[in-house]
C-alpha cells in the first residue's frame, strides 16, 4: 500500500487555492472610500447607503459601471432615454414590464429570437400600419377577454 505525503498533499491543495480564480460564490467587499474616483462620481446616488448595500449589489452595480464606461456615447445616450421613460411610468406600469421581461427570458432561445426578428419586422412598418395592427391586436385581445 502507498503511503500518502501529507505535508506535500497539503501544499498541493493551499497552492491550487491560492492560484485558482475567484469563483461566483466569492465576493469583494469593496468598501465607497475603496471605489475610484469615476466609480463614485456614477454611483453617487447610493454614496450615503453603498456600505450598508448587500455584497451581491454592489458587485452587480460595479458591473454596470464597467459596462457604461465601455459603451460608446450614443448607446449611453439610448440608455439615459430609456431610464428617463422608466422613470416616468407608474409603481403598476413598472411592475407589468418587469414581470413582461422575466417571462420573455424564461423563454428557450429560439422563441426569444423569432420575438426580436417579429419586433424588428414590426418596427419597420410604416407608423400607420402599425397603428392599424395594434387597433387590430386590441380588439382581439378584447374579444377574447369577453368571451365566456
Known amino acids: 500500500m502507498a503511503r500518502i505525503d501529507w505535508r506535500r ?3 498541493a491543495g493551499s497552492l491550487l487555492v491560492m492560484l485558482a480564480p475567484a469563483t461566483a460564490d466569492e465576493h469583494v ?16 446616488p447610493l454614496a450615503r447607503r453603498w456600505d450598508k448595500l448587500p455584497l451581491e449589489r454592489r458587485e452587480k452595480l460595479l458591473k454596470g459601471v464597467e459596462r457604461w464606461q465601455r459603451m460608446k456615447p450614443e448607446q449611453r445616450q439610448e440608455a439615459r432615454r430609456k431610464l428617463a421613460r422608466w422613470k416616468k ?4 406600469q413598472r411592475k ?7 417571462r420573455f427570458r424564461e423563454l428557450p432561445p429560439k422563441q426569444r429570437n423569432k420575438l426580436r426578428r417579429l419586433r424588428r419586422w414590426f418596427l419597420n412598418l410604416p407608423p400607420a400600419e402599425r397603428r392599424q395592427l ?12 369577453d368571451a365566456p
Open 9 to 11: 498533499l497539503l501544499l
Open 29 to 44: 467587499d469593496t468598501d465607497w472610500d475603496q471605489l475610484n474616483k469615476t466609480q463614485q462620481r456614477l454611483l453617487k
Open 89 to 92: 411610468l407608474s409603481p403598476k
Open 96 to 102: 407589468q414590464l418587469l414581470k413582461r421581461f422575466r
Open 134 to 145: 395594434r387597433r387590430k391586436w386590441r380588439s382581439h385581445r378584447q374579444r377574447k377577454r
